[in-house]
């Protein structure tokens, strides 16, 4: 029987998966690709853990550079994360002309374009399935699955720990940061919970998303990102009072010469699949000009449903090496390098789209009117008013659900009615998505 | 640039759509595969229909056999449906060396195995992902994304006719006849629905998932199959009332040595996202024992859904070619040839799962405790009870939720219940499904 040499480096939580999906379904592995996925040797500095695993002899060891090295090996897997070593490690590995599989968004969205350049010129493959959405197989229902699609939006909910978070606000009327906490001693927040919570991981993984759908070089600095941690139980409930559930959104939108990539709470009308993903899940809707509205749901993080991933990659280039294709098979980026344009992303404040206000105001007459004038002079029409009980230091919410506007006129116009004498505190804004499919 | 050849048999509705996304969205596809996917020929019986299409002189032509004896053409693509002419046209063009991609579950399921078998032999390829859940990328991800999974369990809905009938049924209160000549006038069921309604679509499509998942061989014939035209706004209504939506599943479970493979109406929990899935979608949630559960979902008929899947195959294939992969570079049954078993689907009657009964009952003192008195003796335990409203010809409705019990001893009760002088009409017996992802 043939055999396939696998290199893992860093064997953290997700290398553990892998190694373990590797060793513990080795025989179901044989019976659908009919040759042996070897895990030849698995680099880590840590050698005395005990990951639950009877590695034979020979096969753990410190230095990542025998694998690298090793010429015997076919396919090295990075598992170290972070952008320094990771990065090092992918391009000497690629200059030995092994295939790589890896699951760094973070380095991806921020050095991709140099790891992507180097792999194409030697002639290798790159692949990161495992960096966007876990389990979901969103990397190939993109380059492979809708290829004969135009892909005109993308919508989705693809950071868990904002989604349990949320969920837990949402159904247990805690604060954002009781949510955390419980997060945290779950073990499904990090002690340093910014990047999942303020949106930067979800922007990372957008990113990817944008440019595999459209054929783009992304900046991640165009994404406009907005977190989670303003988000309240007064706002959650008005929004149900409303009929809609609020989610940390991923929002990307095709208009053919610029596009829409963004990431901020969002609330989503209740009859939406995506309202009722709950919990550490994540979901994504594609919408493409053939195949209408699509959407992949499950597990986008965790030892195992990310080790999956990783393992259907390394399967994917053990089928090249078995079957003598040749490498780069199914370009990287989903187009053909000379197809991949640089379009604009449309700033913020030229997004149009519904939102919600909640001002804190005066319980006196005509304060209503004093806003809702402040708001019609910038053009911003509105569909609904509540106004009604939870007096707070004389203060009471008033909460506007606005027609179609656009974002610079919203701000705007936010910005007087905050200074108005009839206002306390600062105007709350969420943004609201009406266009995501209906059931 | 390099070209890959296609011809097409059959322009009817779905070919139709395979046309128009090969020549409407011709530039995009070459800016993801980097060749030209040329339609080269087309055959149909009908040269005059208006298909909306101007192919090119000579594309369109009447005789089959001009494509699959043309030595220049890669690909065939049967798109011709039923099981005799397609039969042989596959057969014809594996014999000629091409590879094919059809979307035909019914020949699949009932001719599979001879069909994998000639192309195995030859060599050849034979792809059908557009066979099962039209754009939802069923096969694809059994056999790639999910590779390095045990799969444990599928459900889902697999025919939009059936979820769009009792959507409808369940909003509108309708009856199955009224929903379905709303379906029959808006082209969502043919004129005779039979296949549809009556499950055996959704028993073709389950057969050739399970095939896949598994590594097995199944017989259609082993697939206990039972349709909706049975259910009625009252049983919906009472389902409702205890929390569960009624749809038409797919089961199928994994057992090791054994497994169910079965097609019903289920009473879901409403908390189950696929009690979610309304109108004439699909959705099929995966158990795999590394990812847990997962859920594709997506318009799995009509033109384009299932030509955009048509084309991600002929894609697939264009690859192969393009790269130099020799064929069957991922098995086309899943797994290789040498590991796919033999496995004993379970007897309708040896299942174990929750049920919905409803009596029509004289209204009574006695009566209720008759009735449980014959579950008791079958050894079904009785969750809850329900009775009241609604008399009809002097009875009422008795409605009962089950433990899990075993199909065998259901049927046996119901059928001494049913023959009482106290209980009029057939007793209605549901299955509930509670083991499907709760959020």
Chains 1, 2 share one sequence.
Do not use: W
């Amino acid at each position: 029987m043939k055999s396939i040499r696998v290199g893992l480096v860093g064997c953290g939580t997700v290398g553990t998966g892998v190694a373990r999906i590797l060793l513990e379904n080795e025989s179901l592995l044989k019976a659908r690709v009919g040759a042996d996925i070897q895990l030849r040797r698995v680099a880590d500095i840590d050698l005395k853990k005990n990951r639950g695993i009877r590695f034979d002899k020979g096969v753990l060891i410190e230095d990542a550079s025998e694998i690298v090295d090793d010429p015997d090996i076919d396919i090295v897997v990075e598992m170290i994360g972070g952008l320094g070593a990771a990065y090092d490690l992918i391009l000497a590995a690629i200059k030995n002309g092994k295939h790589v599989v890896t699951a760094n968004k973070a380095l991806l969205a921020v050095h991709g374009n140099a790891l992507f350049s180097a792999a194409f010129k030697k002639g290798v493959d790159l692949a990161f399935e495992a960096s966007v959405g876990g389990c979901m197989p969103v990397i190939k229902t993109l380059r492979e699955s809708l290829v004969g699609n135009r892909i005109e939006s993308m919508i989705g909910i693809l950071n868990g720990t904002c989604n349990y978070i949320l969920t837990q606000i949402t159904r247990e009327g805690m604060t954002f940061k009781e949510a955390l906490a419980q997060a945290q001693a779950q073990g499904l927040a990090e002690a340093d919970p910014t990047l999942d919570v303020e949106g930067h991981d979800t922007a990372h993984k957008l990113a990817i998303l944008s440019a595999l759908a459209y054929g783009m070089t992304v900046n991640l600095k165009d994404i406009y990102v907005e977190g989670i941690s303003g988000i309240t139980p007064l706002d959650i409930d008005f929004a149900r009072q409303f009929g809609y559930t609020v989610k940390l959104l991923a929002i990307s939108k095709n208009f053919g010469n610029r596009v829409e990539a963004r990431i901020h709470p969002t609330m989503v009308p209740e009859n939406n699949l995506l309202s009722g993903v709950n919990g550490s899940v994540n979901a994504l809707t594609i919408t493409g000009d053939r195949v209408g509205d699509m959407m992949l749901y499950g597990y986008g993080a965790g030892m195992m449903p990310t080790a999956s991933a990783v393992v259907s990659d390394i399967v994917d280039l053990a089928r090249n090496l078995l079957s003598g294709s040749r490498p780069l098979r199914i370009p990287m980026m989903s187009y053909q390098k000379n197809h991949i344009r640089k379009l604009p992303v449309v700033p913020i404040g030229d997004i149009y789209t519904h939102y919600y206000f909640r001002f804190s105001a005066l319980d006196q007459p005509g304060v209503l009117s004093k806003i809702s004038g402040v708001l019609g002079k910038y053009g911003i029409s509105i569909q609904s008013v509540h106004q009604k009980g939870r007096k707070t230091n004389g203060s009471v919410p008033v909460v506007m659900l606005s027609h179609k506007a656009r974002e610079k006129d919203v701000v705007s116009a936010l910005s007087k009615i905050g200074a108005m004498d009839v206002v306390g505190a600062k105007p709350i804004l969420i943004r609201i998505e009406e266009e995501v499919q209906q059931q």
